[in-house]
């Protein structure tokens, strides 16, 4: 598999989990400016994801998911943190640790593929940059 498409299915993968847990959480939310905050990062990454999953179409490739195995654990996790405490607080902070996992994942396939294609690793700094971003805006409700 070449460059692009390593990278691009990071992309995908990375942008589709940080997705799918905000919408996890999200449901759980009583604070209504924290829920906002969450719908605009779950609407950050469904872009990034399409993008990405655009991209695999032009290299001819699939986008691929993370596994229903690969998920359970991590919605497990998210269940048990939930029945312990479901503030605003506590739910920033399992998105802080969920971003940093992410930004590490996404630096690593960028320092990786430094011969991809310009368009993949500007996707993949927009990547890392809402990452940054996003935990910045999830420190203030900490």
């Known amino acids: 598999m070449d460059q692009n498409a390593e990278l691009l299915l990071e992309i995908y993968k990375n942008a589709e989990?940080?997705?799918?847990?905000?919408?996890?959480?999200i449901r759980y939310c009583?604070?209504?400016?924290?829920?906002?905050?969450?719908a605009e990062h779950f609407t950050a990454y469904h872009m990034l994801m399409q993008e990405a999953h655009e991209m695999l179409n032009q290299h001819?490739?699939?986008?691929?998911?993370?596994?229903?195995?690969?998920?359970?654990?991590?919605?497990?996790?998210?269940?048990?943190?939930?029945?312990?405490?479901?503030?605003?607080s506590h739910m920033a902070e399992m998105l802080v640790r969920g971003n940093v996992t992410g930004?590490?994942?996404i630096t690593k396939a960028l320092n990786e593929a430094k011969s991809a294609e310009e368009a993949?690793?500007?996707?993949?700094e927009?990547?890392?940059s809402a990452?940054?971003?996003?935990?910045?805006?999830?420190?203030?409700?900490i």
Not at 131 to 141: G, N, S, T, Y
């Open 60 to 88: 001819g490739m699939l986008a691929q998911e993370y596994g229903p195995f690969e998920k359970k654990s991590i919605f497990s996790s998210i269940a048990l943190h939930l029945r312990i405490d479901k503030t605003s």
């Open 120 to 124: 993949v690793l500007q996707l993949g």
């Open 30 to 38: 009583e604070d209504a400016s924290f829920r906002n905050l969450m």
């Open 17 to 25: 989990l940080e997705r799918a847990i905000i919408g996890r959480l």
């Open 103 to 105: 930004l590490i994942d």
């Open 131 to 141: 990452h940054v971003r996003h935990m910045e805006q999830l420190l203030a409700f």
């Open 126 to 128: 927009r990547l890392k």
